[in-house]
């Protein structure tokens, strides 16, 4: 399973600058990560955001958002947003500060 370049080169433009930024491999996607904690990622053409449990609801209600279900059943604190809603770098990048500011909640690994 292969992911979007176009859609990596979008988000890690987005997320240029941020300190402790690292990419992952995983699971035929990739991950991005800021002080060890996932921030989001790339499956298939798929922008995957972690959003935290307590934004997961608000996160669905927005348009272009569903639920992550890598698993088989929703995991409560990601979300997918669809590639029609992530064609352009300006377009990623508010879904990508979504993520990252949850991400900065959350204490360095």
């Not at 921030?39 to 997961?56: E, F, P, Q, S, T």
């Not at 569903?66 to 979300?79: A, D, R």
């Amino acid at each position: 399973m292969a992911y979007d370049e176009k859609l990596a080169d979008r988000t890690r433009s987005a997320l240029k600058g941020v300190k402790g930024l690292a990419e992952i491999k995983m699971f035929g996607g990739l991950c991005f990560t800021v002080n060890g904690n996932m921030v989001c990622g790339i499956v298939d053409d798929k922008l995957m955001l972690r959003v935290g449990k307590d934004n997961y609801d608000a996160a669905l209600k927005l348009k272009h958002v569903e639920p992550m279900t890598f698993t088989g059943k929703p995991m409560k604190s990601m979300v997918y947003v669809t590639p029609a809603a992530c064609k352009t770098p300006a377009a990623v990048k508010p879904w990508v500060k979504r993520a990252l500011d949850f991400a900065k909640t959350l204490p360095p690994k």
